[in-house]
């Protein structure tokens, strides 16, 4: 595992995955390589209209309110 700064990709579903899904999506993360470039946390949202929504956050500029921003979004996910 690199120590290496990396942008936080946050990936939100609008569908529970099953295991098997969930398995498959990280193996083809890994086999393109993407995890090398990217942290990945995926929450679900069965509020949101699209199907699958990207935020990324990126290290340059990755301060104190980007921070709060992100664990506000986890948060309010795993609230509802």
Known sequence: M???PKPIVLASL???L???EI???TALIERIGMNNDYYFLTI???NQKENI???VF???DFNKVKYEELKKIIK???KR
Do not use: T, V, W
């Open 2 to 4: 690199s120590n290496k």
């Open 14 to 16: 609008n569908k529970l």
């Open 76 to 78: 309010d996910k795993l």
């Open 58 to 60: 990126y290290e340059k």
């Open 18 to 20: 099953s295991i098997a």
């Open 53 to 55: 929504k990207f935020q």
């Open 23 to 25: 398995n498959e999506i």
């Open 44 to 46: 679900f949202d069965a």
